[in-house]
């Protein structure tokens, strides 16, 4: 496939390497602006490192990533740095990526505190205040500690924090898979939400295969480091081609009867 | 039918003022019957079984009956505890590995159970062992008997507990989330396992989960919980088709789906679930409830209806 527009991310000839163990096996897809593709795969398969590595937290043995037409792999920490801002990240555990001994106004404030540090106390404070509304928490969060705030809570003040740059790509790693299931939809429709008010895309990390069909345009499947298929959402889940995927899909414990429809 | 485990009105209570865990349940549960136990987190589900196992940790105060083949637990001292516990009523846990020793071979912890309560040899027990490792489908079960818990991955820990679990033929096995922290493809594998479990074993299981899905597989019968009490109990058919409970209702309705349309907007349930301690005079899912009505702010629903299907709402759904 061919596109005059350039991909937001363009990932090509991936593999990383932990000891004599290959976590990513020449891994190669594209990533629209706007778009959500979906990630799915079990432990170990290399969701995780492939966040790592988009991210610049882990150097790959080999092949390029492209964010932007901007080589992140061979970029000058200056031009990593001044990117960082455009990639963000949700993690699983929500208390555990937030600092707890700082508040939850702070530890939204602080992204904008590095890169936009010309911002003065006032309007970096409305700037907070508006993210936190926009999440669905009240203004008395701010002055809270993150302990304070349930699970769900916490992942919203995670996505705060990550969306506040306005960024282009937001990796969320496994991040509704430690919440409850009558608390995992509201995270995943404010994500869907700030997606479309934002434009941004998404790679959604997930072993959740129907979290993932409802939330991504795309969807690719990574076993042992490689990716075995990549297909829109509809048509995968509809009629999976290969073999593994067709595994995962049968092995989903199954739904029951939808009572209310 | 004299049941297996029978709960009456158990209380679990932390610190003061007392934090209610688990909040006046009563749960039966039949001889080769497969209960299911649903409910989010910091329902209660855990603390009911870890209260019937005698393994709360001090601080909780527990009050109610729990007869376990028609022996008050609760009153029991430990040694009639720990005559029961491991052998005619078990349990498996989430994490498989927090759940073995590291330093003790699969064989050394297998074959204990068998020399404790058995008061087998330490060769009858490792032979026993290994048979048992077959049974629940481990493969090369006399090279496992040597390993450590760290040389096995997390679906082949789960195996091993359960072969623990087995081994003295219990009357009822608790499974507290046993599939939840394993791969999609593991999980179907354990779930058809607990099937074979109870085919081959005829032990009654109570198996706790916050996923419907997993529990649909495989129980006959489910307890819904919410904020430390049960809210709905039914046969397993009935209780999907109809839920009675605008609690169970809508948690069915939040389950993301693998087939059907693809959704703009998941459904979810309104609000948060009330934090420990928060104080609950009336109906805990009313401020979260559509149905809701005056009536569920000021007086708590119990539990009511016949045994097949119960549930605990003053405007239930109507099937």
Not at chain 2, 61 to 74: A, M
Not at chain 2, 99 to 123: F, N
Request: proline share 7%; net charge positive.
């Amino acid at each position: 496939m061919t596109s005059t527009a350039q991909p937001l991310l363009r990932v090509r000839d991936l593999c990383a390497r932990f000891g004599s163990r290959d976590a990513l096996r020449k891994v190669g897809f594209e990533i629209d602006a706007g778009e959500t593709v979906g990630l799915v795969g079990e432990s170990g398969a290399g969701k995780s490192t492939l966040a790592r590595v988009v991210l610049g937290l882990q150097r790959p043995s080999h092949g390029s990533v492209e964010f932007s037409g901007i080589d992140l792999i061979g970029a000058a920490p200056s031009v990593l740095r001044a990117q960082r801002r455009n990639l963000q990240i949700v993690f699983q555990d929500p208390l555990a990526s937030l600092n707890p001994r700082m508040t939850v106004a702070n530890a939204i404030a602080e992204p904008l505190k590095i890169f936009e540090p010309h911002l003065d106390r006032s309007a970096r404070d409305n700037r907070v205040g508006a993210m936190l509304e926009r999440v669905g928490l009240d203004a008395q969060a701010a002055a809270r500690y993150p302990h304070e705030f349930s699970g769900g809570q916490c992942q919203r003040i995670g996505i705060a924090r990550a969306a506040i740059l306005n960024p282009k790509l937001l990796i969320c790693d496994e991040a509704v898979s430690s919440l409850d299931v009558s608390i995992q939809g509201q995270i995943i429709n404010l994500l869907m939400d700030l997606q479309g008010e934002m434009g941004m895309a998404m790679l959604f990390i997930s072993h959740n295969l129907a979290v993932v069909r409802h939330v991504s345009h795309r969807v690719m499947v990574i076993r042992a480091g490689e990716l075995v298929e990549t297909a829109s959402s509809s048509t995968l889940f509809a009629a999976p081609s290969h073999p593994y995927t067709k595994a995962l899909l049968a092995s989903v414990p199954r739904r029951p009867a939808n009572p209310l429809s | 039918m004299m049941p297996a485990l029978n709960m009456e009105d158990l209380r679990v209570r932390y610190g003061r003022p007392a934090v209610e865990a688990v909040d006046g349940v009563s749960l039966k549960i039949f001889s080769a019957e497969c209960v299911g136990v649903v409910g989010e987190s910091g329902s209660g589900k855990t603390q009911l079984f870890m209260a019937a196992m005698g393994l709360l940790p001090g601080a909780a105060r527990v009050s109610g009956r729990i007869q376990f083949e028609g022996n008050e637990l609760l009153a029991a001292d430990g040694g009639a505890i720990r005559q029961v516990r491991g052998s005619k009523l078990t349990m498996i846990f989430q994490d498989p590995m927090t759940a073995l020793t590291p330093h003790l071979t699969i064989g050394t912890q297998l074959a204990e159970v068998l020399v404790t309560h058995r008061g087998a040899t330490w060769k009858e027990a490792l032979s026993a062992a290994g048979s048992m490792l077959e049974r629940v489908r481990v493969p090369e079960p006399e090279r496992r008997l040597h390993q450590h818990p760290h040389e096995l991955s997390g679906g082949m820990r789960q195996r091993v507990l359960l072969a623990m679990s087995l081994l003295c033929e219990p009357a009822l096995l608790i499974a507290d989330e046993p599939t939840t922290a394993l791969d999609v493809t593991v999980q179907a594998e354990i779930i058809e396992l607990l099937r074979a479990v109870r085919r081959e074993f005829g032990a009654a299981i109570a198996l706790i989960s916050h996923d419907l899905a997993v529990i649909a597989s495989l129980a006959d019968r489910i307890y819904v919980m919410y904020a430390g009490r049960i809210v709905e109990q039914a046969a397993a058919p009935e209780l999907f088709r109809h839920p009675r409970h605008p609690y169970t209702a809508e948690l069915l309705e939040c389950i993301p789906s693998l087939t059907g349309p693809r959704l703009a907007r998941l459904p979810t349930i309104l609000g948060q679930p009330p934090r420990p301690g928060e104080k609950l005079e009336a109906c805990a899912f009313a401020p979260r409830c559509p149905r809701a009505a005056e009536r569920c702010r000021i007086e708590r629903p119990v539990l009511r209806g016949p045994s097949a299907s119960q549930v605990a709402c003053h405007f239930p759904l109507t099937p």
